[in-house]
Every structure is written in structure tokens, then in C-alpha cells.
């Protein structure tokens, strides 16, 4: 599967064609205003965000900030702001790199690379006998492997990072869905699933329930 690039550009000529030389190599949506990145973020998953900083309806930095809250999705920004204070602001406030405008699409092409191999690098984590690739959604234990959905992938990674945490289900929702979350019974539902495939792939962990607060990880 191609990596999903999320552009928030609201330039009418720049954003439109970065979407249409990335779609060769990714896949690509662009959203124009701040509003409109929230709500597809609220939904889907990004391996990359190319952000600019003058939006319409606020500045990019305050959508780095808020992202930073529950996901360390990688942030390339984009920005015309050239000055060494505008480019340490943007990278303080939780963006990985930063490339000030006009630039080569070769250049773009570099660092879009760099970023999706440094986190492809650190894509998995194990705990006790088990292991979670979160480029592939697989999970294992010895030669039993299973696939995972998206969201029980970032569940299931979430809790492996930090066992015998208990996350409450507002903890769990606002990691999966950022600002627009549902009003749903999701995260049981999920965390039922992922109990079966823990025990059908053999891992020792276990997700228990506690009543009334939450749910923890343990081996």
C-alpha cells in the first residue's frame, strides 16, 4: 500500500499540483483550510503531513501543537516565513523538518523520503513474546501472525508502549480520532477484537477491563 501523504496548502495553483506530482508515488489528499485537515485527520491516517503555515482560518503551528497531543505523525512544513526565528518556532512547536518556499521539487522529494524512512525505521515494538509491525499491521508471535485493522494497530501500539497504563476510553478515542471524535461504542468493539487476536496468534498479553475507568495492558 502506498503512503498516505496529507497536504494542507491553501495556495489554488501550489496545492493542486503537489497533489498531482506526489499521486505518482503516494497517496495524496489535500486539504486547503485548517477546518478541513481536522476533519480528514478525524478519520483517516497520515504517514506525512505537508503543512503551511498561512491558512485562511489560522496558522499551521496550531495544528502542529494539537497533533502533537496524540500523534507523532511526521510534519514536513512549508512555508514562505524564511527567517532562522520562523524556522526554530515551527520545529519547537513539533514539526520534523522545514522547507521554506519557493523550493525544487527534488529537494521536496528528498525530504519527504528521509522523513518516511526515519519513521518506517521505528515502525514496530514488542513486548513479552509479542511483536507489532506498524507499517505492515501485523502481529506475531513466533511463526503466528495476524493482520490487525488500522486502529487496532494504533490501539494495540499505544498500549504496548507504555504497559500497565491505564487508558481511559476518552484517552484511547482522542489517540484514534484527534478532534472529531464519535459517539460510538468503537473502542469496545475494538478492544474485543484485538483480545481475540492476541490469543489467537498466542501473545501473553492481556487487555484487562477495569469498570468504571479504563483499560490496561499486561504481560
Known sequence: ?????????????????????????????????????????????????????????????????????????PVLILSARSAVGERVAGLNAGADDYLTKPFAMPELDARIGALLRRTAAGGGVSLGNTSLSTSSLTLSVDDHETILTEHEARILELMMRTPDRVFSRGDIESHLYGWDTP?????????????????????????????????VLQS
Not at 489535500?30 to 482560518?57: E, F, R, V, Y
Not at 468503537?186 to 474485543?192: G, Q
Not at 477484537?193 to 469498570?211: D, Y
Open 183 to 215: 459517539n460510538s461504542n468503537s473502542v469496545e468493539v475494538r478492544i474485543s477484537q484485538l483480545r481475540k487476536k492476541l490469543s489467537q496468534v498466542g501473545s501473553e498479553l492481556r487487555i484487562r477491563t477495569i469498570r468504571n475507568v479504563g483499560y
Open 1 to 73: 500500500m502506498l503512503p498516505q501523504i496529507l497536504i494542507v496548502e491553501d495556495d489554488p495553483h501550489l496545492g493542486p499540483l503537489l497533489r498531482e506530482y506526489l499521486s505518482a508515488d503516494y497517496q495524496v489528499h489535500h486539504a486547503p483550510t485548517l477546518k478541513d485537515a481536522q476533519g480528514w485527520l478525524g478519520t483517516h491516517s497520515a504517514q506525512l503531513i505537508l503543512l503551511d503555515l498561512n491558512l485562511p482560518d489560522g496558522d499551521g503551528l496550531d495544528l502542529v501543537q494539537s497533533l502533537r497531543q496524540f500523534s507523532s505523525t
